[in-house]
C-alpha cells in the first residue's frame, strides 16, 4: 500500500466530535437507509451490517438505527441516489468523493462550486481510480499487540501496518467482517474506502494548509459520506 496522509485519523478524529451534534447520525442514518434496500437483514446484508457496526462505534440510538434501517421503504429514502465525484488538488493530489443525496443535479452543482471555490478542479468519472484500490481498512489503536495483527494477517488481510499513529489493516471488502471479528479488538475506526497505490506528495506548507481545507469543507457538506486522497505530506 502507498504511503498515507494523516487525512484518515483527522477526519475519524473529526467524526466523533461531530457525532456529539448529530450531524454523524444523519449521514450513517441516509448510509444505512440505502444499505437496506437490498435486503433489511443485516445478517443477510454485510453492507447494511458494517453501516449498523459504523453507526454503533459512535454510539448511534438503536431506536434510531431501526428507523433508518425502516427507511429503505419511504419514498424519500427510495429518491435517494448514490453519487461519485473526483477532483485534482493541490500538487495535483487525486480526490474522490462519495455523497448520499435526494437531489443529484443540486449536490454536484454544490460540491463544484465548493472545490472551485478553494481551488480544486473535477476531473471526468473514473480517472482518478486508476491511482486507488478499494478496500476494506481497520484501524486499531497503537499499543495493539503483535500477535493480534499476526490474526489478521492468517485470517486473509492483504496488509497491516504499524506507525505512531496505529495499526492499519487492509482486506478484501468482502472479508472486512471476518478479520474485524477476528481481531478482537475494538477498531478505531473501519470501512471500505479507496486506499491510493500511488502518492501524490505535496511539498509546500501552503498547499499543504489548502489541500486540507478542501477536504475539510468537502466532508463537512451534509450529503458527502466520505472523501478520500492519495496526497502525502
Excluded at 205 to 210: C, F, I, S
Aim: no cysteine; hydrophobic share 40%.
Amino acid at each position: 500500500m502507498s504511503g498515507h496522509s494523516k487525512w484518515s485519523q483527522i477526519k475519524h478524529k473529526k467524526a466523533l466530535v461531530d457525532a456529539k451534534k448529530g450531524r454523524v447520525f444523519s449521514k450513517l442514518g441516509r448510509a444505512i437507509a440505502v444499505a437496506a434496500r437490498d435486503n433489511p437483514d443485516p445478517n443477510k446484508n454485510l453492507r447494511l451490517k458494517g453501516e449498523i457496526d459504523r453507526a454503533r462505534a459512535v454510539n448511534m440510538p438503536n431506536d434510531t438505527i431501526e428507523r433508518a434501517i425502516k427507511r429503505f421503504t419511504d419514498k424519500a429514502s427510495a429518491q435517494l441516489a448514490e453519487v461519485q465525484l473526483e477532483y485534482i488538488g493541490p500538487g495535483s493530489a487525486s480526490i474522490i468523493v462519495l455523497a448520499i443525496t435526494d437531489n443529484t443535479n443540486r449536490t454536484i452543482s454544490e460540491l463544484k462550486l465548493l472545490a472551485a471555490k478553494l481551488g480544486a478542479r473535477p476531473t471526468g468519472q473514473g480517472a482518478l481510480l486508476w491511482r486507488f484500490k478499494r478496500l476494506g481498512v481497520i484501524r486499531l489503536p497503537a499499543n495493539t499487540p503483535e500477535a493480534i495483527q499476526l490474526k489478521a494477517i492468517d485470517a486473509g488481510a492483504e496488509d497491516v501496518r504499524a506507525d505512531a499513529d496505529g495499526v492499519t489493516i487492509y482486506t478484501a471488502p468482502e472479508l472486512l467482517d471476518q478479520i474485524r471479528s477476528r481481531v478482537e479488538v475494538p477498531a478505531e475506526s473501519f470501512g471500505v474506502e479507496f486506499v491510493p497505490t500511488i502518492s501524490t506528495q505535496i511539498h509546500t506548507p501552503e498547499e499543504q494548509e489548502q489541500l486540507q481545507r478542501i477536504l475539510e469543507a468537502l466532508d463537512d457538506h451534509d450529503d458527502v459520506q466520505d472523501v478520500f486522497t492519495d496526497a502525502d505530506y
